[in-house]
T-cell receptor
Framework: GAGVSQSPSNKVTEKGKDVELRCDPI?????LYWYRQSLGQGLEFLIY????????KSGLPSDRFSAERTGGSVSTLTIQRTQQEDSAVYLC??????????????FGDGTRLSIL | DAKTTQPNSMESNEEEPVHLPCNHS???????IHWYRQLPSQGPEYVIH???SNVNNRMASLAIAEDRKSSTLILHRATLRDAAVYYC????????????FGQGTRLTINP
């Protein structure tokens, strides 16, 4: 079946521009997560959605970062006034919401964002 | 978040077993032990998870120490495709939880 799909796979933009990154989760997965991975760094959590609400936004690095999810499915991560330190691979993951059985997270292959 | 400690890198030969260790001395009674791996240019991939008992699946086995302060991921017969960074992560049992990734172990497989 289809996995988590992210678009675009690569994005190059100039400093100061806004960017939107898209994530299509696996059908039926109500939990959705955004992470980012900077060069030489580990993966860091950004935000978690349960349905359309975001109970945990603790990882968003600044108010330039925002995310939304509509229809309990597609999510968009927006970065305003991009800075060079925003260059990273942005990864999306989804899972079933029933965590009692510790359902695994399924990751997309990410969007590689480069800020010139 | 409970922390895990893994060796930075390990090396093995193709078709041999690989034992990847993880220490988690501050694990709580409700923490599951998860393993993910990340192949080059891909997102992380779930490998296996367990709570107390050893677990087996088509990809690997997970051996958990009796005191749960350490665990070992076992690849029974490594292939070149198993070259990846392997992450050992603790995740609390209740509610959807973010994954807290450490630096992981970079596994190299020699032909």
């Amino acid at each position: 079946g289809a996995g988590v799909s992210q678009s675009p796979s690569n994005k190059v933009t100039e400093k100061g521009k806004d960017v939107e990154l898209r994530c299509d989760p696996i059908s039926g997965h109500t939990a959705l997560y955004w992470y980012r991975q900077s060069l030489g760094q580990g993966l860091e959590f950004l935000i978690y959605f349960q349905g359309n609400s975001a109970p945990d936004k603790s990882g968003l690095p600044s108010d330039r970062f925002s995310a939304e999810r509509t229809g309990g499915s597609v999510s968009t991560l927006t970065i305003q006034r991009t800075q060079q330190e925003d260059s990273a691979v942005y990864l999306c993951a989804s899972s079933f919401s029933d965590r009692e059985d510790n359902q695994p997270q399924h990751f997309g292959d990410g969007t590689r964002l480069s800020i010139l | 978040d409970a922390k895990t400690t893994q060796p930075n890198s390990m090396e093995s030969n193709e078709e041999e077993p690989v034992h990847l260790p993880c220490n988690h001395s501050t694990i709580s009674g409700t923490d599951y032990i998860h393993w993910y791996r990340q192949l080059p240019s891909q997102g992380p991939e779930y490998v296996i998870h367990g709570l107390t008992s050893n677990v087996n699946n088509r990809m690997a086995s997970l051996a958990i120490a009796e005191d749960r302060k350490s665990s070992t991921l076992i690849l029974h017969r490594a292939t070149l495709r198993d070259a990846a960074v392997y992450y050992c992560i603790l995740e609390a049992v209740q509610g959807a939880q973010k994954l807290v990734f450490g630096q992981g172990t970079r596994l190299t497989i020699n032909p």
